[in-house]
């Protein structure tokens, strides 16, 4: 799907307007320092691209867009928990219909703003009154960042990820650090682990690192560039390519998929975080090309 050439249905600004596919709509966002877009389903990035630079973000051919689906690439929003720890997995923001709040922009690049929060559905899954406001700042780097607020009259706890999906060349010429050495191993069962501060992936990868820095470098070197991704307010960093065996069983993945992506996620593994009433937590990544 190329967002770029889907009819523009309302024009917010010069450099921001509202597209539609399959019933999904899209902020659709074109400014002279970068391009992007957004699905209101799942409150979805699903592409940015500084001007005159390959996208950094990777989306599947096989994407479905579906109300009852979740997009297959791009930066998923998972929330209220990470992976299995409760039922859908990886939480129920991510299938759910974000609304525009606020947009912005100027010769720096643009604003984004979306919400969402509890509802009937919501607390049939969940029994927890929130406020959820997610916010992209596009310019020469993306800055994404989710804020959870407790609206609630008791205290909550939750976890999540910002799933983010990276462009690459080849996986197999892909070098990562900054992710630290110690991580959980989920094709192990969890297994606790002790592996090298550099990693090129080469088999199935699903890791919880749990000692990570806030920068993690993603040294593309057949497409010769190295992108930066910067985490705030996580507890752990996610390391995701499903390989060849895993992307052929995934409908929603081409067999060879998984030679031109990687996920480096800003996560909060488990029930990390405990909000009073009226208390708030910001997850946020930063995603950007390294200067050469």
């Not at 889907?6 to 307007?17: E, H, V």
């Not at 970068?34 to 950094?56: W, Y």
């Not at 560039?225 to 960093?237: D, P, T």
Request: aromatic fraction near 8%.
């Amino acid at each position: 799907m190329k967002y770029q050439d889907l009819t523009t249905i309302n024009t917010l600004s010069d450099s921001i307007s509202i597209c539609e596919h399959n019933d999904i709509q899209i902020v659709r966002i074109d400014h002279p320092l970068c391009q992007g877009a957004i699905s209101l389903h799942g409150g979805h990035l699903i592409s940015f691209k500084p001007t005159n630079e390959e996208d950094l973000i990777w989306v599947s051919s096989e994407a479905l867009y579906a109300k009852d689906k979740a997009i297959r690439g791009g930066v998923p929003v998972c929330w209220p928990w990470f992976g299995k720890a409760g039922v859908p997995s990886h939480g129920f923001a991510r299938t759910s219909e974000w609304q525009l709040v606020n947009h912005k922009e100027n010769a720096k690049g643009v604003v984004i703003e979306l919400e969402f929060n509890d509802s009937e559905d919501t607390l049939e899954l969940w029994p927890h009154s929130f406020q959820n406001r997610l916010t992209f700042e596009f310019g020469k780097k993306l800055t994404i960042s989710l804020k959870t607020t407790n609206i609630s009259t008791k205290a909550f706890s939750y976890g999540g990820a910002l799933h983010t999906y990276l462009n690459i060349n080849d996986i197999t010429k892909t070098e990562l650090s900054g992710m630290g050495t110690e991580y959980l191993d989920n094709t192990q069962d969890g297994l606790e682990c002790i592996g090298k501060s550099t990693l090129i992936i080469d088999k199935e990868v699903d890791r919880i690192y749990t000692s990570a820095s806030d920068i993690i470098t993603v040294k593309d070197t057949a497409n010769e560039r190295s992108l930066l991704v910067k985490n705030q307010g996580y507890n752990s960093a996610v390391i995701w390519n499903p390989w060849q065996d895993l992307s052929i069983n995934m409908a929603d993945m081409a067999d060879d998929s998984f030679e031109t992506m990687v996920c480096v996620e800003s996560a909060l593994n488990g029930l990390a975080i405990t909000l009073m009433p009226n208390e708030s937590h910001t997850l946020s990544t930063t995603l950007e090309i390294a200067a050469k």
